[in-house]
């Protein structure tokens, strides 16, 4: 069983467009995360959420827009696409907030995508 | 801010070798783990191994090892026995608490490692 998933795996879109990438964890976790990884590799967090509510909110354009209808979900919605939003999105969960070891994150399979 | 380096940006190994990958961090927290992470060109991230500050044991897993020195803020990644599935670029991770009390990792720059045959 896939701990946490991802969809799409790949997505090309034009610029301007809207496009969401949904994500859930069959972990029980209470926490959840979007990191995006740019072509040099970095890994920054963008957003975390703790059972729905948003706890993260790193410097990010107002264009990226997380949702959490429950603690198992996490999708990323991103308005008017631009050429620098191309990068990989992961998604990723942890125990939460006060539990042991709840930095341990565990990711999704990631999500390429493409602006052109 | 929280800054987690990792000084060699690419190593290199033989098959069946050892080597070494280094990390400093900069935690501020008193009680913590420390990970490292594997991303393979299926660009997965794979949870290589974790080391809890407070134990005085180096964390062992399989082949992989680490070498903790809480003083100095180092934690090391030591492959033994190297194969060609351990190419990947690994990431070294320590906790950082926001302004706002939320637990959240970071990440370093990452280090390519290659295996040749």
């Known amino acids: 069983d896939t701990a946490v998933s991802q969809t799409p795996k790949y997505l090309v879109t034009q610029m301007g467009n809207d496009k969401s990438i949904k994500c859930e964890q069959n972990?029980?976790?209470?926490?959840m995360y979007w990191y995006k990884q740019d072509s040099k590799k970095f890994l920054k967090i963008m957003f975390s959420?703790?059972?729905?509510?948003?706890?993260i909110n790193e410097t990010v354009p107002n264009r990226f827009s997380p949702k959490s209808p429950d603690k198992a979900h996490l999708n990323l919605h991103i308005n008017s696409l631009e050429l620098g939003d191309s990068a990989v999105y992961f998604c990723?969960?942890?125990?939460?907030?006060?539990?042991?070891?709840?930095?341990?994150?565990?990711f999704g399979p990631g999500t390429r995508l493409t602006v052109t | 801010a929280q800054t987690v380096t990792q000084s060699q940006p690419e190593m290199s190994v033989q098959e069946a070798e050892t080597v070494t990958l280094s990390c400093t961090y900069d935690t501020s927290e008193s009680d913590y783990y420390l990970f490292w992470y594997k991303q393979p060109p299926s660009r997965q991230m794979i949870l290589v191994i974790r080391q809890e500050a407070y134990k005085q044991q180096n964390a062992t897993e399989n082949r992989f090892s680490v070498n903790f020195q809480k003083a100095a803020k180092s934690f090391s990644l030591k492959i033994s026995d190297s194969q060609l599935g351990d190419a990947a670029m690994y990431f070294c991770?320590?906790?950082?608490?926001?302004?706002?009390?939320?637990?959240?990792?970071?990440f370093g720059k990452g280090t390519k490692l290659t295996v040749n045959p």
């Open positions: 959420y703790n059972n729905k509510e948003l706890i």
């Open positions: 990723a969960s942890s125990q939460g907030l006060g539990r042991p070891n709840s930095y341990e994150q565990y």
């Open positions: 972990l029980g976790h209470d926490t």
């Open positions: 991770a320590s906790p950082d608490l926001t302004q706002g009390g939320s637990e959240k990792l970071v």
